[in-house]
């Protein structure tokens, strides 16, 4: 797969960054974000996933090694975890990192902010049918279509650990329609057939590297090979004013509100930022994500494949054992 281009040097000129950005759909930064705070939110969040005894005992955490089989967005399990994540402040609070707000305005002009709506990624291994299937960003944030989404993993993220792909030029495909999928969101772009002559696009990210891409750029996960958790946080960024949905001003998944995410925050700034701001909201348009006639039969011969690999992990699996320290 060839890799994303890297526009580092862009950085000091913001029109070439657009042009570049309205020309591909997407733009890659090498270490634009300062590693530092990176580190910091995963250690965080990986003594969340130790905690809950995802980690395998005996292997340093900040590896993320996995021992379970996959735990993945929607079961309980994932939750007692994930609603954790979504309490650090350091999590909502690199959506406001520098570096990144300065790429954002180079798209969006002054005004440009972070949704409060901020998501975590823990992707295990052997989750391949769970990954992110090729979607537009659009059909679920709505809104204006210049909202722009910011991926960062927490760690160096080699293709091999299911990092993110775009399909170059796929922005410029307008709206599409979706079908089925069981990974994330249960829904996938219905590729037209001018995808066919698009290349998808992916890179061995280092830690501090981003990609920031359009709301209509068709892009995916590849899958996580590694025994590793593929730790990844992203954002999305749009100008005030433009229109957005009231569920991207609400947390993720929205299990808690805002007073009980901010309960032990210090940062004041970082609460209710957007009250001050030019917010125009418009209503959601569930229509976007209408699925096909025929998508219960696709769902159910996908969820039955599901269930036989996960009845396969089960098995490979079974109950950890107390103490192993391989
Ligand atoms: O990290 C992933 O698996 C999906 C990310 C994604 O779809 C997004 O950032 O919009």
């Given at each position: 797969m060839k890799a994303f281009l890297n526009s580092s040097e862009l950085l000091h000129d913001p029109g070439a960054m657009k042009q570049r950005f309205d020309r591909d759909g997407y733009v890659y930064l090498s270490g634009l974000v300062d590693t530092g705070p990176l580190l910091e939110l995963k250690r965080q969040i990986v003594a969340i996933c130790d905690d809950c005894g995802w980690l395998k005992p005996g292997v340093e955490p900040m590896t993320a090694t996995t021992w379970t089989a996959p735990k993945v967005e929607g079961e309980e399990e994932y939750f007692q975890v994930y609603d954790r994540i979504q309490r650090l402040q350091d999590f909502h609070g690199l959506a406001h990192d520098p570096a990144v707000i300065t790429l954002m305005q180079s798209l969006l002009g002054e005004t440009a902010f972070p949704h409060p709506l901020?998501?975590?990624?823990?992707?295990?291994?052997?989750?391949?049918?769970?990954?992110?299937?090729?979607?537009?960003?659009?059909?679920?944030?709505?809104?204006?279509?210049?909202?722009?989404?910011?991926?960062?993993?927490?760690?160096d993220c080699p293709k091999s650990m299911g990092s993110l792909a775009v399909l170059e030029g796929s922005h410029k495909l307008g709206l599409l329609p979706v079908e089925y999928s069981l990974g994330a969101g249960h829904r996938q772009t219905s590729m037209p057939a001018e995808a066919a002559s698009m290349q998808w696009l992916s890179s061995d990210f280092k830690l501090g590297d981003v990609i920031a891409f359009h709301s209509l750029a068709i892009h995916r996960a590849l899958p996580n090979d590694t025994n590793r958790m593929r730790i990844s946080v992203d954002y999305r960024y749009q100008a005030e004013g433009d229109e957005m949905i009231e569920r991207c001003l609400r947390p993720h998944f929205e299990r808690e509100g805002w007073a009980e995410i901010y309960q032990d925050w210090s940062r004041e700034e970082l609460k209710y930022y957007w009250e001050d701001k030019n917010i125009t909201t418009v209503p959601f348009d569930a229509t976007l994500g209408d699925l096909p006639d025929d998508h219960l039969s696709t769902a159910i011969k996908l969820q039955r494949s599901f269930n036989k690999s996960r009845a396969a992990l089960a098995e490979k699996y079974g109950t950890p054992p107390d103490n192993d320290n391989a």
């Amino acid at each position: 797969m060839k890799a994303f281009l890297n526009s580092s040097e862009l950085l000091h000129d913001p029109g070439a960054m657009k042009q570049r950005f309205d020309r591909d759909g997407y733009v890659y930064l090498s270490g634009l974000v300062d590693t530092g705070p990176l580190l910091e939110l995963k250690r965080q969040i990986v003594a969340i996933c130790d905690d809950c005894g995802w980690l395998k005992p005996g292997v340093e955490p900040m590896t993320a090694t996995t021992w379970t089989a996959p735990k993945v967005e929607g079961e309980e399990e994932y939750f007692q975890v994930y609603d954790r994540i979504q309490r650090l402040q350091d999590f909502h609070g690199l959506a406001h990192d520098p570096a990144v707000i300065t790429l954002m305005q180079s798209l969006l002009g002054e005004t440009a902010f972070p949704h409060p709506l901020s998501i975590a990624r823990l992707v295990f291994p052997e989750s391949q049918e769970w990954s992110t299937p090729p979607h537009q960003d659009f059909v679920n944030n709505q809104g204006t279509k210049d909202l722009y989404a910011c991926w960062i993993p927490l760690s160096d993220c080699p293709k091999s650990m299911g990092s993110l792909a775009v399909l170059e030029g796929s922005h410029k495909l307008g709206l599409l329609p979706v079908e089925y999928s069981l990974g994330a969101g249960h829904r996938q772009t219905s590729m037209p057939a001018e995808a066919a002559s698009m290349q998808w696009l992916s890179s061995d990210f280092k830690l501090g590297d981003v990609i920031a891409f359009h709301s209509l750029a068709i892009h995916r996960a590849l899958p996580n090979d590694t025994n590793r958790m593929r730790i990844s946080v992203d954002y999305r960024y749009q100008a005030e004013g433009d229109e957005m949905i009231e569920r991207c001003l609400r947390p993720h998944f929205e299990r808690e509100g805002w007073a009980e995410i901010y309960q032990d925050w210090s940062r004041e700034e970082l609460k209710y930022y957007w009250e001050d701001k030019n917010i125009t909201t418009v209503p959601f348009d569930a229509t976007l994500g209408d699925l096909p006639d025929d998508h219960l039969s696709t769902a159910i011969k996908l969820q039955r494949s599901f269930n036989k690999s996960r009845a396969a992990l089960a098995e490979k699996y079974g109950t950890p054992p107390d103490n192993d320290n391989a």
